[in-house]
C-alpha cells in the first residue's frame, strides 16, 4: 500500500482524538466527526507538507543549513556563527542554494513601560450623535474618544470594523467578515470625505439618515442605500489626490483583488463559488479583466477604503483605539475567495460545548488549513494583523486559543457537538504576532475565554500578551486578577449587568427556544452580588454603579477612581457603552 493510500493518521495533520472540555471532563471525538474534519483538511497517508518559512528569534544564532540571508531592506549577510539577524521578514539562502523565506521575532509584544488605563468599549454601530445617518460613524468615534480622553480614559475598544459584502442585505455581524483586511463603508461620516462633494444632494440624504437616528432598532439596509447614493455622487466629481494613489501603491494588489471581488459581487448573486467559472478565482484572465473594463468602479471601492482609513486615523489621534480581531472570514466573502487555497471550505469553526452554550458554537466561519497557511509562509495572517494594527493603540484578538487550536465542525453535521479541535503552528504565529506588535508598537489582548487548554495563558503571558478577565468567570475579586490583563465585567455577546440582575437574559433566552443552562446563569448572579455586596432588591442602577467601582480595585491600584457609570454626553443619541479597565504590568 502506497503513502497515498494508507488512511491518514490524525495526530499527525494536528487532529486531536480526545480532549478535555471546559467542566475538566476528557471528551473522545467520535469516528464520524474526526473522519469529517480529516477529509476537510484533504488528508493522506503521506502527511501534511513540510515546507514553511525558518523562524527563529532575535538574539538567536545563525539558522542551520543557512549559507546567506537577504534581509528584507536588501542587505545581504554571510552566514556567521557570531552574527545575529535583525527582526524581520527576510529571505535564508541554503547551502544547496534554495531560498526559504525567514522571519526572525522579538517573541515578546510590545507592552509600554508602565501602562496603566481605563477606557470605554463602544459598539461604533450604536455610538450614534445627532449628526449620524441612523449608525455611529468614524466622527462619532473621534467626539467619544475626545471626550474620553477629557475624562482620563486612555484608550477606547471597538468593536471589529470589517468589511462585509456591498451588496443587500448587509451582513449585520461584525464577526462574520467578508475581510478582515478592509473596513465598512457605514461607518465613513459622508460630511467629512476628501475632496469634492455635491452639496445639495447631501443635505437631502442627510435630513433622511440623520431621522432614522430616532429608531430603536439600525436599519443596515436603508442606511447603506443611502449613503451609497452620496458616496457614489462624491465619486463622480473626484479629480484624484496624491495620497489617494500613495495609498493605492501602498495596498498594491491584495487592495486590486479586494475592490474586484466587491464589483463582481455586486454584478453575481449568491456566493463567490456560484458564480461563472472564469470569476472564481482572482487569478484567472477574467478576473484581471473586471479591472479593466470596471476601472471606474474598481477604483470607487478603493477609493472607499483610502476615505475609511483617513477618517479612522484622525479619529486615531484622539485616543489610542484598541481593534477588535475577528476569529475567522465568510467563506463567501473577499478574504475566503482571494485566499482560497488556504481554506478548508468543508468546515466550519466553532466551540465545542460548555457550561454557557449546552449545545456548542457553530460560527459559519471557514478555517485556514494550518498545514496551508504555513506553506505560504503565514502571508494572509501577517497581512491581516499588519492591517489590523495600522495606527491602533492596541488589538483584542478575538478568541485567542485560535492560534493553538480551532474547534472545527464538518460539513453534515447535525450540531456543533460534533466536531474535532485542529492543532495550529502556535509558536509561528505568536512569533509573527510579537513582529508586527512591535512594529506597530501596540499592545495585543487575548480574549482567552471559553474551553482554554492548559499551557494557553502561561504562555502567552510571557509573550507579552495581555489576558482578558470577566467579572462574570472570575471567581477571585478583583484585586487578585493578574497584572497583565485587560479587566471588564462583560463583553459584546454576554448579558449586561442589568440583564444579569433581574435575570431578563434568561428569560429572553428561554423565550427564543436556545437552551439555557439556569444553574451556570445563576452562578453569574451570585458573582455579581458577591462583587458588589448588593441586596438581593437593589435597583440596576446601585449595583451598576457598585460593579464598576470594585472593578477599578484591579492590579496595580489607582489613586483616584475611575467613572464607575457612563453617562454619555448630551451630544449623544442612545447606544450602549461599557467601561473597560486595562492594566499593565507592575
Same mark, same amino acid.
Given at each position: 500500500?502506497?503513502?497515498?493510500?494508507?488512511?491518514?493518521?490524525?495526530?499527525?495533520?494536528?487532529?486531536?482524538?480526545?480532549?478535555?472540555?471546559?467542566?475538566?471532563v476528557?471528551?473522545?471525538?467520535?469516528?464520524?466527526?474526526?473522519?469529517?474534519?480529516?477529509?476537510?483538511?484533504?488528508?493522506?497517508?503521506?502527511?501534511?507538507?513540510?515546507?514553511?518559512?525558518?523562524?527563529?528569534?532575535?538574539?538567536?544564532?545563525?539558522?542551520?543549513?543557512?549559507?546567506?540571508?537577504?534581509?528584507?531592506?536588501?542587505?545581504?549577510?554571510?552566514?556567521?556563527?557570531? =552574527?545575529?539577524?535583525?527582526?524581520?521578514?527576510?529571505?535564508?539562502?541554503?547551502?544547496?542554494?534554495?531560498?526559504?523565506?525567514?522571519?526572525?521575532?522579538?517573541?515578546?509584544?510590545?507592552?509600554?513601560?508602565?501602562?496603566?488605563?481605563?477606557?470605554?468599549?463602544?459598539?461604533?454601530?450604536?455610538?450614534?450623535?445627532?449628526?449620524?445617518?441612523?449608525?455611529?460613524?468614524?466622527?462619532?468615534?473621534?467626539?467619544?474618544?475626545?471626550?474620553?480622553?477629557?475624562?482620563?480614559?486612555?484608550?477606547?475598544?471597538?468593536?471589529?470594523?470589517?468589511?462585509?459584502?456591498?451588496?443587500?442585505?448587509?451582513?449585520?455581524?461584525?464577526?462574520?467578515?467578508?475581510? =478582515?483586511?478592509?473596513?465598512?463603508? %457605514?461607518?465613513?461620516?459622508?460630511?467629512?470625505?476628501?475632496?469634492?462633494?455635491?452639496?445639495?444632494?447631501?443635505?437631502?440624504?442627510?435630513?433622511?439618515?440623520?431621522?432614522?437616528?430616532?429608531?430603536?432598532?439600525?436599519?443596515?439596509?436603508?442606511?447603506?442605500?443611502?449613503?451609497?447614493?452620496?458616496?457614489?455622487?462624491?465619486?463622480?466629481?473626484?479629480?484624484?489626490d496624491?495620497?489617494?494613489?500613495?495609498?493605492?501603491?501602498?495596498?498594491?494588489?491584495?487592495?486590486?483583488?479586494?475592490?474586484?471581488?466587491?464589483?463582481?459581487?455586486?454584478?453575481?448573486?449568491?456566493?463567490?463559488?456560484?458564480?461563472?467559472?472564469?470569476?472564481?478565482?482572482?487569478?484567472?484572465?477574467?478576473?484581471?479583466?473586471?479591472?479593466?473594463?470596471?476601472?471606474?468602479?474598481?477604483?470607487?471601492?478603493?477609493?472607499?477604503?483610502?476615505?475609511?482609513?483617513?477618517?479612522?486615523?484622525?479619529?486615531s489621534?484622539?485616543?489610542?483605539?484598541?481593534?477588535?480581531?475577528?476569529?475567522?472570514?465568510?467563506?463567501?466573502?473577499?478574504?475566503?475567495?482571494?485566499?482560497?487555497?488556504?481554506?478548508?471550505?468543508?468546515?466550519?469553526?466553532?466551540?465545542?460545548?460548555?457550561?454557557?452554550?449546552?449545545?456548542?458554537?457553530?460560527?459559519? %466561519?471557514?478555517?485556514?488549513?494550518?498545514h496551508?497557511?504555513?506553506a505560504?509562509?503565514?502571508?494572509?495572517?501577517?497581512?491581516?494583523?499588519?492591517?489590523?494594527?495600522?495606527?491602533?493603540?492596541?488589538? @483584542?484578538?478575538?478568541?485567542?486559543?485560535?492560534?493553538?487550536?480551532?474547534?472545527?465542525i464538518?460539513?453534515?453535521?447535525?450540531?456543533? !457537538?460534533?466536531?474535532a479541535?485542529?492543532?495550529?503552528?502556535?509558536?509561528?504565529?505568536?512569533?509573527?504576532?510579537?513582529?508586527?506588535?512591535?512594529?506597530?508598537?501596540?499592545?495585543?489582548?487575548?480574549?482567552?475565554?471559553?474551553?482554554?487548554?492548559?499551557?494557553?495563558?502561561?504562555?502567552?503571558?510571557? =509573550?507579552?500578551?495581555?489576558?482578558?478577565?470577566l467579572?462574570?468567570?472570575?471567581?477571585?475579586?478583583?484585586? @487578585?486578577?493578574?497584572?497583565?490583563?485587560?479587566?471588564?465585567?462583560?463583553?459584546?455577546?454576554?448579558?449586561?449587568?442589568?440583564?444579569?440582575?433581574?435575570?431578563?437574559d434568561?428569560?429572553?433566552?428561554?423565550?427564543s427556544?436556545?437552551?439555557?443552562?439556569?444553574? !451556570?446563569?445563576?452562578?453569574?448572579?451570585?458573582?455579581?452580588?458577591?462583587?458588589?455586596?448588593?441586596?438581593?432588591?437593589?435597583?440596576?442602577?446601585?449595583?451598576?454603579?457598585?460593579?464598576?467601582?470594585?472593578?477599578?480595585?484591579?492590579?496595580?491600584?489607582?489613586?483616584?477612581?475611575a467613572?464607575?457609570?457612563?453617562?454619555?454626553?448630551?451630544?449623544?443619541?442612545?447606544?450602549?457603552?461599557?467601561?473597560?479597565?486595562?492594566y499593565?504590568?507592575?
Amino acid at each position: 500500500m502506497t503513502a497515498g493510500n494508507r488512511p491518514p493518521n490524525p495526530t499527525r495533520w494536528g487532529v486531536q482524538k480526545e480532549y478535555v472540555d471546559a467542566t475538566g471532563v476528557r471528551r473522545t471525538v467520535a469516528p464520524g466527526p474526526l473522519a469529517g474534519v480529516l477529509e476537510s483538511l484533504r488528508a493522506d497517508g503521506a502527511g501534511p507538507p513540510a515546507r514553511g518559512p525558518v523562524l527563529v528569534h532575535v538574539g538567536q544564532p545563525w539558522p542551520r543549513g543557512g549559507r546567506r540571508a537577504e534581509l528584507e531592506d536588501g542587505t545581504e549577510l554571510a552566514a556567521s556563527s557570531s =552574527r545575529r539577524l535583525p527582526a524581520g521578514y527576510h529571505a535564508l539562502v541554503k547551502r544547496d542554494g534554495s531560498r526559504v523565506p525567514l522571519i526572525v521575532s522579538p517573541r515578546r509584544c510590545h507592552l509600554p513601560a508602565g501602562l496603566r488605563a481605563w477606557g470605554w468599549a463602544a459598539q461604533l454601530y450604536a455610538t450614534r450623535s445627532h449628526g449620524s445617518w441612523g449608525i455611529g460613524d468614524l466622527a462619532d468615534l473621534r467626539a467619544l474618544g475626545r471626550w474620553a480622553r477629557r475624562q482620563g480614559a486612555g484608550m477606547l475598544l471597538v468593536n471589529p470594523l470589517h468589511a462585509v459584502r456591498p451588496i443587500l442585505p448587509q451582513e449585520a455581524s461584525p464577526y462574520f467578515p467578508s475581510s =478582515r483586511l478592509y473596513r465598512n463603508p %457605514l461607518y465613513l461620516r459622508v460630511e467629512e470625505m476628501r475632496g469634492t462633494r455635491p452639496e445639495a444632494l447631501v443635505r437631502r440624504l442627510a435630513r433622511r439618515g440623520q431621522s432614522l437616528n430616532a429608531a430603536t432598532v439600525i436599519d443596515r439596509d436603508r442606511i447603506y442605500a443611502l449613503k451609497l447614493e452620496a458616496l457614489e455622487a462624491m465619486w463622480d466629481r473626484f479629480r484624484g489626490d496624491p495620497d489617494f494613489d500613495a495609498y493605492c501603491a501602498v495596498e498594491g494588489e491584495t487592495l486590486e483583488h479586494y475592490a474586484i471581488f466587491c464589483v463582481l459581487a455586486e454584478h453575481h448573486t449568491g456566493p463567490w463559488w456560484e458564480w461563472p467559472a472564469q470569476f472564481r478565482s482572482p487569478a484567472s484572465s477574467a478576473v484581471r479583466e473586471v479591472g479593466v473594463v470596471e476601472r471606474r468602479r474598481v477604483d470607487f471601492h478603493r477609493w472607499l477604503q483610502w476615505q475609511l482609513d483617513e477618517q479612522l486615523a484622525r479619529s486615531s489621534r484622539e485616543i489610542p483605539i484598541v481593534h477588535d480581531l475577528a476569529i475567522g472570514v465568510a467563506p463567501d466573502g473577499a478574504d475566503a475567495w482571494m485566499w482560497q487555497d488556504m481554506l478548508a471550505f468543508g468546515a466550519r469553526i466553532g466551540a465545542p460545548p460548555d457550561e454557557f452554550s449546552p449545545a456548542g458554537q457553530d460560527w459559519g %466561519l471557514a478555517p485556514f488549513d494550518p498545514h496551508r497557511l504555513r506553506a505560504a509562509g503565514y502571508r494572509p495572517f501577517i497581512q491581516t494583523l499588519r492591517r489590523a494594527m495600522r495606527g491602533a493603540g492596541g488589538v @483584542r484578538i478575538d478568541h485567542v486559543m485560535g492560534l493553538f487550536r480551532l474547534w472545527w465542525i464538518p460539513r453534515g453535521a447535525r450540531d456543533a !457537538a460534533e466536531g474535532a479541535y485542529v492543532r495550529y503552528p502556535a509558536a509561528d504565529l505568536l512569533d509573527i504576532v510579537a513582529l508586527e506588535s512591535r512594529r506597530a508598537r501596540a499592545f495585543v489582548v487575548g480574549e482567552d475565554l471559553g474551553t482554554v487548554e492548559a499551557g494557553v495563558r502561561p504562555e502567552l503571558r510571557r =509573550r507579552g500578551v495581555l489576558s482578558y478577565r470577566l467579572a462574570w468567570f472570575e471567581e477571585t475579586p478583583p484585586q @487578585r486578577y493578574p497584572a497583565q490583563a485587560l479587566a471588564a465585567l462583560a463583553t459584546h455577546d454576554l448579558p449586561t449587568v442589568a440583564g444579569v440582575w433581574t435575570r431578563a437574559d434568561v428569560l429572553e433566552m428561554e423565550q427564543s427556544g436556545r437552551p439555557v443552562n439556569r444553574a !451556570a446563569e445563576e452562578l453569574v448572579r451570585q458573582r455579581l452580588q458577591r462583587l458588589t455586596g448588593a441586596v438581593d432588591d437593589a435597583p440596576v442602577s446601585d449595583v451598576v454603579v457598585r460593579a464598576y467601582r470594585a472593578l477599578t480595585g484591579a492590579p496595580p491600584y489607582y489613586n483616584y477612581y475611575a467613572p464607575p457609570y457612563y453617562q454619555p454626553p448630551a451630544y449623544y443619541a442612545p447606544g450602549y457603552y461599557a467601561p473597560s479597565y486595562y492594566y499593565g504590568p507592575r
